[in-house]
């Protein structure tokens, strides 16, 4: 099983809907990021959650860390075609970063 | 500011072949990092160094794969013999801070290997 299990796997919608895609495990970190990963290129960063609770945002894109520390949600509002991709959340338990297996995000324009 | 290369961008062997990757991380960076993200997974660190010093290896095949940091900038990983199931996308992140986890690590386009 994945330290980060991330729902749903693959999403498909059309442009101008909204969309969740959920981050979470049995353990507590100190922090988790949030990627985007495009086709052929490495994950990009968007955003660092640190205290539980937390909201960020971040244009369309709000990001949200639980309040015990152990799963962070996205949820982007009136999706874009240029939201297409796959979005990684990673965090830390120990000493080294470990990624969730990904949500897949296609936006049809 | 450049960001961080690879090459090759593709590479496709034979299994039991041998594979070389080539990492320059950005100008500064003094940690780096490898990775191995197979078709529908995340990215797996396989190796982090510090400057030339090796921080993790925990999840790195020793007894095929093989990396180093002369000089503590660029990086080559090397997989000898490859197997089927190296096929994988490497990627080289790096990261200008201390190595802590939650600092903001900068990926390059990676290295899609396809091992026949």
């Known amino acids: 099983t994945q330290l980060l299990e991330q729902s749903p796997q693959f999403l498909s919608i059309q442009e101008g809907e909204n969309l969740t895609v959920y981050c979470n495990s049995s353990?507590?970190?100190?922090?988790l990021q949030w990627y985007r990963q495009e086709p052929g290129e490495g994950p990009v960063l968007l955003v660092t959650v640190v205290t539980g609770g937390e909201v960020k945002k971040l244009k369309r894109l709000t990001f949200q860390f639980g309040d015990a520390r152990k799963d962070s949600s996205l949820h982007i509002t009136a999706a874009q075609p240029g939201d297409t991709g796959l979005y990684l959340c990673a965090g830390a338990p120990s000493n080294d970063m470990r990624f969730g297996a990904g949500t897949r995000l296609t936006v049809k324009p | 500011e450049a960001g961080v290369a690879q090459s090759p961008r593709y590479k496709i062997i034979e299994k039991r072949q041998s594979v070389a990757f080539w990492c320059n991380p950005i100008?500064?960076?003094?940690?780096l990092y490898w990775y191995q993200q197979i078709l529908g997974q995340g990215p797996k660190l396989l190796i982090q160094f510090q400057n030339n010093g090796v921080v993790d290896d925990s999840q790195l095949p020793k007894d095929r794969f093989s990396a180093e940091r002369l000089k503590g900038v660029d990086s080559t990983l090397k997989i000898q013999p490859a197997k089927l199931e190296d096929s994988a996308v490497y990627l080289c992140?790096?990261?200008?801070?201390?190595?802590?986890?939650?600092?903001?690590?900068?990926f390059g386009p990676g290295t899609r290997l396809t091992v026949l």
């Open positions: 992140a790096s990261s200008s801070q201390g190595g802590r986890p939650s600092n903001t690590q900068y």
């Open positions: 100008s500064g960076h003094a940690t």
């Open positions: 353990s507590v970190f100190s922090s």
